[in-house]
């Protein structure tokens, strides 16, 4: 039997929905956040591959994902399902992912050209296997409800267990000696640590599944897909924002995951351990800095938490990497750790809350609500300029002189990542900031947007000159 959504003018959903979809930000960023720390590292250092073909790599399967991003969200919404349009989705590609996920860390010891066709191939089955569980988990929630701050706080849920993800791939490194030792082979270690994550996963997207059954609205309701859909989310001034300073800032994102674990190996010259704990103490705070993200959508505005919290980060990241921690630091890399995950929290929690709403503003202007395509557009900006991010660094890397084979980095490789980490990645952070400034859509505006549509919706004749700042 379904549960009834109430559709009023405040939809507040139970603790055990929320809990429930926020699970969805584990399964969709769990395997993305150890690639991210660590893909680019298996590749050079474990399977071998050079750092610029590696980066290329990484940069052709995330484009592969961008391009995906807005066919999945077409697909769902014009899914016809009694149960809810993602759902089938969500729960088709479970295991595949979970699969997909593990052979992406896994080494079976091929020569390079063999190698390089495996790891092509696997990664475009990650990215379209993430792919559609993170487009239909992201449009179910856009559905979920239409109140301004209920959505801020299914972001919130979500941004929660998407941050717990740092938390658990924090211990990789130590727990790949553990299995390379059990198994007397290093490279069963990594397939090992990646089995542990996902089997997490695949509970997390069975109770997903379960617990937001009859909560999804537009049922079978579904939308043909248009070209014409996406010419007018672009006339959207707030969708365009969220665009731009979501795709800079994960472009910033990419490098300095990528980036971390070198920096902390070679210039700040930390052990396996220390990595670890330095990395779970960032997604323990990053946990915490989340509700403290949505206390300041809640109680300010989403654009003013955007500004805070990036802003912060990305002051921290110039003045403390580049001019403060020198090599052994171990202290101050905490306290750098700690700082930072305001903004780690707001990068992806900030602009989940605000797509939503973005969703209203093109209904109102085009009279046709297209959730899924949203999120898939918004996340082939993301994505492509994730593959841009991958493609740089590897080619970076190569440019400063990084030799995975070497004992010790030159003086020049160590300035690198140094000036990479601090001013590339915290200069691009400052860069999204002064964006938002642009940000239209207050919670004053957004309910204003949802009268209106009802409003249409009874017949009345909407005055749109009254939204022109949105268009």
């Not at 740092?166 to 640590?193: H, K, Q």
């Not at 204003?448 to 939204?467: L, N, S, Y």
Request: glycine share 8%.
């Amino acid at each position: 039997m379904e549960n009834n959504i109430t559709k009023g003018p405040n939809e507040k959903l139970p603790f055990k929905v929320k809990l429930g979809y926020g699970l969805s930000g584990y399964c969709s960023f769990i395997t993305w956040t150890a690639f991210s720390y660590y893909g680019l590292y298996f590749f050079t250092d474990v399977v071998g591959l050079s750092a610029a073909f590696a980066g290329a790599m990484i940069s052709l399967g995330t484009l592969w994902d961008a391009v995906t991003d807005p066919l999945v969200g077409g697909i769902s919404d014009n899914l016809k399902w009694k149960s809810g349009r993602r759902r089938p989705l969500i729960i088709g590609v479970a295991l595949p992912f979970v699969f997909i996920s593990i052979l992406l860390f896994t080494n079976w010891g091929f020569d390079e050209a063999v190698s390089k066709v495996y790891f092509v191939v696997i990664i475009l089955l990650y990215y379209t296997a993430q792919t559609v569980l993170d487009i239909s988990s992201s449009a179910l929630g856009s559905e979920m409800t239409l109140d301004y701050d209920e959505r801020a706080s299914l972001a919130t849920f979500k941004n929660y267990f998407g941050l717990s993800a740092t938390v658990a791939i924090s211990p990789t490194l130590m727990l790949v000696a553990y299995f390379g030792g059990l198994f007397d082979n290093e490279d069963r270690g990594w397939s090992c640590t990646l089995a542990c994550y996902m089997i997490v996963a695949l509970l997390f997207i069975f109770i997903l599944w379960k617990t937001t059954k009859g909560y999804e609205r537009h049922k079978e309701e579904g939308s043909k897909f248009s070209f014409t859909d996406i010419k007018e989310i672009f006339k959207s001034k707030p969708t365009r924002i969220v665009m731009l300073i979501f795709g800079i800032a994960i472009f910033a994102n990419t490098v300095n995951y990528a980036l971390q674990v070198y920096y902390y190996t070679n210039y700040a010259q930390l052990t396996e351990g220390q990595i670890a704990s330095v990395t779970m103490v960032f997604g323990v705070a990053s946990i915490f800095c989340a509700w403290v993200t949505d206390r300041l959508m809640q109680k300010l505005s989403k654009k003013a938490a955007w500004i805070i919290a990036v802003g912060l980060e990305a002051v921290v990241m110039i003045v403390m990497i580049g001019f403060i921690i020198q090599p052994g630091n171990v202290a101050v890399i905490y306290v750098l750790a700690v700082l930072m995950s305001l903004g780690n929290a707001a990068v992806y929690q900030v602009p989940w809350a605000m797509i939503p709403d973005c969703v209203d503003v093109t209904e109102l202007t085009a009279g046709k609500r297209v959730d899924g395509i949203i999120f898939g557009v918004v996340a082939f900006i993301q994505k492509a300029c994730g593959a841009l991010g991958a493609a740089v660094l590897g080619t970076l890397l190569t440019i400063i002189g990084y030799n995975a084979e070497a004992a010790q980095q030159t003086g020049e490789a160590l300035t690198g990542l140094k000036y990479m980490y601090a001013f590339l990645c915290g200069g691009i952070y400052l860069i999204t900031v002064l964006i938002v400034l642009k940000y239209p859509l207050s919670k004053t505006k957004h309910d204003r947007v949802r009268t209106a549509i009802e409003e249409r919706k009874q017949g009345r004749t909407i005055d749109m000159a009254e939204f022109k700042d949105l268009v």
